[in-house]
């Protein structure tokens, strides 16, 4: 397929256990964000790859959240000792390049979390 | 402190009319702006933009105004179909650490009414 895609579509998970998401970005994109949605909110900014490279992790909410890109273009992130505040849609975007005038982020469908 | 604000959490409109969806910011730093459409269980996808040197952008059905002065933008949507029944995202971008980075708002609800 063309666009962003994320597995798995929804995971529940019991409180304390350690999850994985995974986005896989559009070929060829340069730029990979991740962000997460709370019910009624918009996507809040979490981290962003520049090829493998992780240049902005500041939106993770604490230690217990890990994201890798490590070839550049699969991208996973991990949640460990999940906790009921982590229930929300994780996004995962894709976009081109830096710098150019057309910086569409492209979004897959989401991973929804809900932690019990 | 939300730096972006869509204070209209829903909109009922009837077909063929417009449909106004406001969004207001509080950084002036902000140097693009983008509306993005969402669908239940589906990720966001985008539908205009506008830079902040401009004050007007249009792409058939879809126009977006910025006032920079007063830190307001808006989508118009004319004419409103049942289709473009979703949740509208304003976002708004600065460069920050090597990307542009997207600050959303809360979403506002349009219901197109047939």
């Known amino acids: 397929g063309a666009g962003v895609s994320q597995s798995p579509r929804y995971k529940v998970a019991k409180r304390g256990q350690d999850v994985a998401l995974r986005c896989d970005p559009i070929s060829g994109h340069v730029s990979l964000f991740w962000y997460q949605q709370a019910l009624g909110q918009g996507p809040e900014f979490l981290t962003y790859f520049q090829n493998e490279a992780q240049l902005d992790k500041s939106g993770l909410p604490s230690d217990r959240f890990f994201a890798e890109r490590p070839e550049g273009s699969v991208s996973t992130l991990k949640i460990q000792r999940t906790q009921q505040e982590d229930s929300a849609v994780y996004l995962c975007a894709s976009s081109l390049v830096l710098g150019s005038s057309y910086n569409e982020q492209f979004f897959g469908p989401g991973t929804r979390l809900t932690v019990l | 402190d939300q730096q972006v604000k869509q204070n209209s959490p829903s909109l009922s409109v009837q077909e063929g009319r417009i449909s106004i969806l406001n969004c207001d910011y509080t950084?002036?730093?902000?140097?693009?702006f983008l509306w993005y459409k969402k669908y239940p269980a589906e990720g966001p996808t985008f539908l205009i933009s506008?830079?902040?040197?401009?004050d007007k952008n249009e792409d058939g059905r879809f126009t977006v105004f910025l006032n920079k002065s007063a830190k307001h933008l808006s989508l118009h949507i004319v004419p409103s179909q049942p289709g473009d029944s979703a949740v509208y995202f304003c976002?708004?971008?600065?460069?920050?650490?090597?990307?542009?980075?997207?600050?959303f708002g809360t979403g506002t609800r349009l219901k197109v009414l047939a």
């Open positions: 950084n002036s730093m902000f140097d693009y």
């Open positions: 506008i830079s902040s040197i401009k």
């Open positions: 976002a708004a971008s600065a460069v920050q650490r090597g990307t542009y980075k997207y600050i």
